[in-house]
């Protein structure tokens, strides 16, 4: 069912933040510092001068529970077209690991004893390992004194911690010279777009804000127009789902039309709702929202843009290159970052997280 909220609490910044009683906002607020973060402690740990091994034969991405899945799918994108190695997504360290590998996994759960045994494999057959995680527990016993570990100096939920991971793993292709990226640029961008989405910020100039508002009373259809794209949306869907405990579609648009039920709504759904409308009218029809997401620039992106917005007219752009100058990289992160903090004012608003919500009386 569509998510029912109390729109007047999104601008009510004393409601706001009295709702927010576990302090979600100010937490997501702080990516760019989770960046920072990680990036100095790469520093220290000298990750780049561990990694200078040569050209690796092929990156392992271990995609584990949580906002691991979202960011090593990132990661995947945002790697394939041009890197010289195999990039391989798996959820334990595969059969051929050896010396010539690099293992990278992120984690918020200590206790993973699969992922530790999964490293302390691949460790123990000479590849090298890069860990995001907890600095204890059987995880982080894995790899010691044989890998490299990351461990969190910004404290947050785990549903938030998909800034440090992602420059975790950015710094590691990073320093396999797989992948440029400017992690302190990111750190900056993410910061503005949290000043952006600042909750004293009215929902008419907060991107954050109005994206809850487009989303709250219709399945979102978060259809990519590029693999970035695509994995942006994944982690889009696990952040409404763990703060708003909304269920939303996530595909590739090509693909997504090839489903003719849901095509037929998405192409029905894109007017706004009728105000006069019975709410108790069950006539099984689900109001839909198609967000079609667009990360990357080029010919490519702009002909799947031309074509989807032909087929359905109704649809939102998200394109973040129209808003910043900055590499699909950055792009990428922001858009996580303003659908995160979206999902948060969503499950805020809605009730589904924090202290007031939806029933909480209309009073600062």
């Known amino acids: 069912m569509p998510t029912v909220l109390d729109d007047s609490l999104l601008d009510d910044p004393a409601r706001l933040a009295e709702a927010d009683s576990a302090g979600l906002l100010r937490a997501a607020a702080m990516a760019g510092a989770q960046v920072r ?21 092929a990156v392992v991405l271990l995609d584990r529970p949580g906002v691991s899945r979202t960011l090593t799918r990132l990661l995947a994108a945002l790697l394939t077209p041009s890197c010289p190695v ?24 200590p206790g993973d004893r699969e992922l530790a045994a999964s490293l302390e494999r691949a460790a123990r057959y000479g590849a090298s390992v890069v860990l995001s995680a907890p600095a204890e527990g059987p995880v982080a016993a894995a ?24 420059a975790a793993g950015l710094l590691t292709a990073n320093a396999l010279g797989l992948l440029i990226s400017d ?39 978060l259809w990519g127009l590029d693999p970035v794209a695509v994995a942006v949306g994944e982690h889009a869907a696990h952040a409404f789902a763990a703060h708003a405990a909304m269920v939303c579609d996530v595909e590739d648009y090509r693909q997504a039309l090839t489903r003719p039920a849901l095509r037929r709504a998405a192409q029905s759904g894109g007017s706004e709702r009728d105000i006069f409308a019975d709410p108790d009218d069950s006539s099984g029809d689900i109001p839909t929202r198609v967000l079609l997401l667009s990360v990357r620039t080029g010919p490519a992106t702009d002909a799947a843009r031309y074509e989807a917005e032909d087929l359905l007219p109704g ?11 900055a590499d699909e990289i950055v792009r990428a992160a922001v858009l996580a970052l303003r659908f995160e903090l979206a999902a948060v004012y969503l499950g805020l608003a809605a009730g589904s997280i924090g202290g007031a919500g939806r029933y909480a009386p209309a009073t600062a």
């Open 37 to 57: 973060a990680t990036a100095e402690l790469a520093a220290e740990l000298e990750l780049a001068e561990r990694l200078d091994v040569g050209r690796p034969r």
């Open 315 to 325: 649809a939102d752009v998200i394109a973040p290159a129209e808003e910043i100058e």
């Open 143 to 166: 790899v010691a004194g044989k890998g490299v570990l990351l461990a969190p100096r910004v404290p947050v939920p785990p549903e938030l911690a998909f800034p440090r991971g992602l």
């Open 86 to 109: 195999p990039v391989v997504v798996a959820e334990v360290v595969p059969s051929w690991i050896g010396a010539l590998d690099v293992v990278f996994a992120h984690t918020d759960d």
């Open 183 to 221: 992690v302190q640029v990111l750190a900056d961008q993410l910061d503005l777009e949290a000043e952006k989405d600042y909750l004293a910020r009215e929902s008419f100039a907060n991107p954050a804000k109005a994206l809850a508002l487009r989303v709250a009373d219709r399945v979102p259809l």
